[in-house]
């Protein structure tokens, strides 16, 4: 089965909108198949985190910790790359059950004049490589990146690797707010890790609440917001996330790991 399929894709019927709306990235989307799956993992809770901190679970069941690795990178992904495993190696040591890395976080964010130079063969070579790291250490990772499609078509990606090592697929930025340079995805996905359904939005797709709705409505118990936009240069900003965050958790009664980029993108 290719990669892509293990994540179940919710949204039928995308027609992705002109990029330079910037608050449009798909339209007429439906539910294909969607439904409220009983979930045996932790139990839900409207409850954000910082770093690492142990999930609330009912009694009996297997907590989880989830963790959020805040790193500096820029636009070279073997140097990244570096940061990332030592961050993995790093979580696993403390427990930590599932690790949440920032949007862009291998490749730094997508840029126009970023995606032209990219070395894609480097950036496959280190995907590899992090996802064999993951299994390794039996750690579930949600990686920000960038990928290549096809000569001149860019995704905003979350690469989800799950604890036995295994690429699950690819969740691309389906909101986008209004770079033309990279494609919009097809809508939420779910997929499992740690024994836990679980579903990932990326930064603009925060402010869409049916986005989540239809992925708790197929049965994701945990929400992940990566997002690379904030820090200091942008703290204004920072207060509407947050408020995003417990809004989205609470409407959904669901848990959310979210990850903001501390910026500017260079080398610590």
Not at 118 to 141: K, S
Not at 164 to 184: C, D, M, Q
Request: aromatic residues 6%; contains cysteine.
């Amino acid at each position: 089965m290719a990669p892509e399929r293990r994540l179940r894709r919710l949204a039928a019927h995308i027609a992705p909108a002109p990029a330079s709306s910037s608050d449009s990235g798909f339209g007429g989307s439906s539910a294909r198949g969607a439904h409220a799956d009983e979930w045996r993992g932790t139990a839900p809770s409207s409850r954000s985190w910082d770093g690492a901190t142990p999930a609330a679970g009912s009694e009996g069941a297997r907590a989880l910790t989830l963790g959020a690795a805040q790193i500096l990178t820029d636009h070279d992904p073997v140097a990244n790359s570096v940061k990332i495993c030592e961050k993995i190696r790093e979580a696993a040591a403390a427990g930590v059950s599932i690790l949440l890395f920032h949007e862009g976080c291998l490749t730094g964010y997508p840029m126009a004049e970023d995606v032209e130079v990219m070395d894609w063969d480097a950036v496959v070579a280190e995907e590899a490589r992090i996802t064999a790291l993951a299994g390794e250490l039996g750690i579930a990772v949600l990686l920000g990146t960038t990928s290549r499609r096809a000569p001149g078509e860019y995704h905003n990606d979350v690469l989800v690797i799950n604890e036995r090592g295994e690429a699950l697929g690819r969740y691309s930025k389906t909101w986008r707010a209004g770079e033309p340079h990279y494609s919009a995805g097809s809508g939420p996905v779910v997929f499992e890790v740690q024994g836990v359904k679980a579903t990932v939005l990326i930064c603009h797709d925060l402010r869409y609440p049916e986005f989540i709705r239809l992925a708790v409505a197929a049965g994701a118990r945990i929400v992940f917001m990566p997002n690379n936009e904030g820090g200091l240069p942008a703290e204004d900003k920072l207060e509407g996330y947050r408020a995003m965050q417990v809004s989205r958790a609470t409407e959904n009664m669901v848990s959310t790991s979210a990850n903001i980029c501390v910026r500017p993108q260079s080398d610590n």
